[in-house]
């Protein structure tokens, strides 16, 4: 099946420990994005890639990193350095073209601190 | 002011019934639009594209009104498996394709 799949889907982490959630697609879209959802609020966009080897920061990106090393594969670290990192996190990605191609979601990944 | 903004509801409605959903957004440069439908505790899923000249997907109508910066969905007939958060997305921002998501607005459809 085409899509795009993230893992794992509940993930825990203690204090000061770094965690790198998974995304991977199989769809051969050349953008990808990871997005943060918390609660009441809407989805805030963390890192997101045009390109192999290029991405960019969005516009919550203090304390997370993203490698784009292949085409399919956008892995998102959540660091220490990330205060409140509990939130349910989306990965996304498109084709190319113009702007009216939509983002499609993986199932995304729950990270709580314990 | 939120750059996309909506009513979040919840919308309580009988089996049957019409509901209309507003979205208004800040700015005038933005390009495309987009509803999306998300469950709780689910990723959101595209619902559909709004264009231009309004369009619709079975029982579900969209309309754009750039002049008055709003989209709206409109769904007729609803069914319980409607309910559901809607997002309301515009694609504002040029390079990369970023999108901006409104908080959505909640439907609960009831016998």
């Known amino acids: 099946d085409g899509g795009i799949t993230q893992s794992p889907k509940y993930l825990f982490r203690k204090e000061g420990q770094n965690v790198t959630l998974s995304c991977e697609q199989n769809?051969?879209?050349?953008?990808m994005y990871w997005y943060r959802q918390d609660p009441g609020q809407g989805l805030r966009l963390i890192y997101y890639?045009?390109?192999?080897?290029?991405?960019q920061k969005g516009d919550i990106a203090e304390g997370y990193s993203v490698s784009r090393e292949k085409k399919e594969s956008f892995p998102l670290t959540v660091t220490s350095a990330q205060k409140n990192p509990t939130a349910f996190y989306l990965c996304?990605?498109?084709?190319?073209?113009?702007?009216?191609?939509?983002?499609?979601f993986g199932d995304g990944t729950r990270l709580s601190i314990l | 002011r939120k750059e996309v903004e909506q009513d979040p509801g919840p919308f309580n409605v009988p089996e049957g019934a019409t509901v209309a959903f507003n979205c208004t957004y800040s700015?005038?440069?933005?390009?495309?639009f987009f509803w999306y439908r998300q469950d709780c505790r689910k990723e959101p899923k595209l619902l559909m594209s709004v264009y231009s000249s309004g369009n619709e997907d079975g029982r579900f109508t969209a309309q754009l009104n750039r002049a008055s910066q709003y989209i709206s969905l409109l769904i007729r007939d609803s069914k319980l498996s409607d309910s559901a958060t809607y997002l309301c997305v515009v694609n504002d921002r040029g390079g990369g394709n970023k999108l901006t998501f409104g908080t959505g607005t909640q439907l609960k459809v009831e016998l």
């Open positions: 700015n005038s440069a933005s390009q495309s």
């Open positions: 890639s045009q390109i192999v080897n290029d991405f």
């Open positions: 769809l051969n879209h050349d953008a």
């Open positions: 996304a990605s498109r084709t190319g073209g113009g702007s009216n191609q939509p983002q499609h």
